[in-house]
């Protein structure tokens, strides 16, 4: 049982370790050691959907504190509403854009880390089915798969597919691809009929993407419901 000692101690750490708690009569933690220009450097593992959690959240918090709407000037027919100064604008589109990487990498996260190193997965490629075990899901099964089929399969849960988390991730990763891929259309001059990548993120910019991933990774409730920073996340 933790002492009141050890919970304070515990209080004290950042919520972003991938994993610590109480051991003996301190604390203890999962650590990695580093060789760096000749010294070792020990350090606490932190976890990697806390980070881009983290990172999203403070991207969306940057994004909607510009009210983008106001930036555009309306101006006598036939010019429209256009920026008289283009800094909000562009500030808006580069916070937008980390919040949505950054959002749909604490999912692909999650997801990789959660696929335990002994687990078997059949997998249907060109007519053919290949048996497939840790690190060989992570680099050859889609996001989808994973999240729909491996993750479930791997803990005997239930798929959120189908869900209101599942849809509103499906909508996340669709923003998240449009901007990777980037298109031709987003490059060069064009009118109302083709919607670039930039008129799409202000279209979208109602959404709470930070949000929406710790919904879908809520989801697999008993693979996050003990961990420290899952709890923290909710919280933030």
Avoid at 117 to 146: M, P, Q
Avoid at 153 to 176: C, D, F, M, N
Avoid at 205 to 210: A, K
Wanted: glycine share 6%.
């Amino acid at each position: 049982m933790a002492t009141p000692r050890q919970l304070a101690l515990l209080a004290k750490e950042d919520w972003r370790f991938h994993a610590i708690d109480v051991v003996g009569t301190g604390l203890g933690m999962l650590a990695t050691t580093e060789l760096l220009s000749g010294r070792h450097l020990t350090f606490g593992l932190p976890s990697a959907p806390a980070i881009y959690l983290n990172l999203a959240r403070n991207a969306h918090a940057n994004r909607t504190a510009i009210d983008v709407e106001a930036s555009f000037v309306t101006h006598p027919s036939p010019q429209g509403a256009w920026p008289e100064e283009h800094k909000l604008v562009f500030d808006f589109f580069e916070a937008f854009v980390a919040e949505v990487i950054f959002s749909f990498t604490a999912v692909e996260a999650f997801a990789n880390e959660s696929i335990p190193s002994h687990f078997s997965y059949v997998w249907k490629k060109d007519g053919k089915a290949i048996s497939l075990s840790g690190a060989e899901i992570e680099r050859s099964i889609a996001i989808n798969e994973k999240l729909k089929r491996v993750l479930p399969l791997a803990h005997k849960i239930t798929s959120p597919a189908g869900t209101q988390a599942w849809e509103r991730y499906l909508e996340l990763k669709a923003v998240r691809d449009r901007l990777v891929h980037l298109k031709s259309i987003d490059r060069k001059p064009s009118g109302p009929e083709n919607q670039t990548i930039w008129g799409l993120m202000l279209k979208k910019r109602h959404l709470d993407f930070p949000t929406i991933a710790y919904g879908l990774i809520a989801s697999y409730e008993p693979l996050v419901s003990n961990r420290r920073w899952f709890r923290f996340a909710g919280r933030t």
